[in-house]
């Protein structure tokens, strides 16, 4: 049995956002993943995040492929509409929905097989495109759910539990989004609940493709000593740029940092990212210092998170499509068939 819901009880006094919702509003069924399994971590950070925002959940629709990570999206918003997927294709799915149906928000949940291995070519188009969506890859290195086969993100020279060596060189799913165009492109570790919080939130308010990956330990396969993607060596080789505080609506904004240290940038849906710098020469609006900064510190074994880019102009499909403001279900008949004297008067536009 793969879906236990949870009991509806709980505590009288939880505390509620600007909606009148608790977090308890925003979980979904019983996690059936190993015990201490990063995903699980990240769903947590899913609920916090969308709690702190007050979304109404009816307002959010999940997509997802297939692994360990793609069944995550039962395990969270459980009012909210989901669609699971196939292995690699949650990212055509969600350009679909969305193109339907601007006014929802969009979370596109995938793993790191599904996004860099199988699933590659989607992942480039649906970013290249700049898809409204939070992309979040929950990155374990292997293909959790098949026991453990090295996936695309795994470093070359890190061990299998078996002791395998892997002799590939790894897909840096954060410079490709970059240089694919992504507008919003952060990494996390979902050992970092602040940090990803935090990105997520951002992510959300960002209009446009924002990619959010975040390395997320496999308990059962990759844990081990020789890995790159546990626990231990995440923590010892993170190497934070900022930090992040999200500002939403028209709170005002209070400098209470460091002069220098901070940095406010305004998104275009009018929220604010208050940007705690960690690593002063780091600027968050150059795509290419970004590309150079992630393979810099790579080759040093590191692990660069924190929002890695954020573009300044307005990179959307549907903006680019000059598609109707209105979700496709909602147009009436005359709207969707105009008549054949409009019909006549497109086609010969086109001749
Ligand atoms: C077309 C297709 N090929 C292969 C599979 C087998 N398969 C299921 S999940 C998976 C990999 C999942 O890895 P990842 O996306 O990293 O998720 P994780 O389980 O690690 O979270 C594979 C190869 C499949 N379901 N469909
Ligand atoms: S196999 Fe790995 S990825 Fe899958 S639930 Fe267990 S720990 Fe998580
Ligand atoms: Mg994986």
Redesign the pocket.
């Known amino acids: 049995m793969s879906y236990l819901a949870k009991p509806k009880f709980h505590h009288p006094a939880l505390p509620e956002n600007t909606l009148g919702y608790t977090r308890r509003d925003y979980e979904g069924a019983i996690s ?3 015990a ?5 971590s990240i769903t947590a950070a899913i609920v916090e995040a969308c709690f702190e925002l007050s979304i109404a959940p009816h307002r959010v629709a999940k997509i997802s492929g297939i ?3 793609s ?1 995550t999206p039962t395990y969270f918003l459980g009012n909210s509409h989901g669609f699971n997927s196939v292995h690699g294709r949650m990212p055509s799915v969600l350009t679909g929905a969305s193109l339907a149906n601007r006014d929802l928000i969009y979370l596109g949940v995938s ?1 790191d097989g599904d996004s860099a291995s199988i699933g590659l070519g989607q992942f480039a188009h649906a970013l290249r495109r700049g898809v409204n969506m939070v992309y979040i890859v ?1 990155n ?1 290195g ?1 293909y ?2 098949t ?2 086969q090295f996936s695309a993100t795994a470093d070359d020279g890190s061990k299998s539990k078996q002791g395998v060596v892997n002799i590939d060189k790894p897909i840096d799913l954060t410079a490709l989004a970059l240089q694919l165009g992504a507008s919003y492109v952060a990494r996390s570790f979902s050992g970092d609940k602040a940090q990803l919080v935090s990105l997520i939130k951002g992510a959300i308010e960002h209009e446009g493709a924002a990619l959010v990956d975040v390395i ?8 081990h000593v020789g890995s790159t993607k546990s626990y231990d060596y995440v923590r010892e080789h993170n190497i934070a740029v900022n930090r992040l505080d999200v500002i939403v609506g028209r709170t005002p904004i209070t400098v209470d940092y460091e002069p220098g240290k901070l940095e406010l940038v305004q998104q275009h849906d009018g929220s604010w990212l208050r940007l705690r710098k960690l690593n002063a020469e780091y600027s968050v609006h150059d795509r290419r210092a970004a590309i150079d900064f992630l393979l810099e510190h790579e080759a040093k074994s590191e692990i660069v998170t924190g929002l890695l880019y954020v573009a300044s102009d307005k990179d959307e499909l549907h903006a680019d499509l000059n598609t109707t403001d209105t979700p496709l279900n909602a147009l009436s008949q005359k709207e969707l068939c105009p008549g054949m004297a409009r019909l006549e008067e497109i086609n010969a536009s086109l001749g």
């Open positions: 059936t993943l190993c201490g399994c990063g995903h699980d692994g360990c990570s069944k793993g929950e374990n292997v959790g759910l026991k453990g997320s330990p496999c308990v059962a396969f990759n844990n």
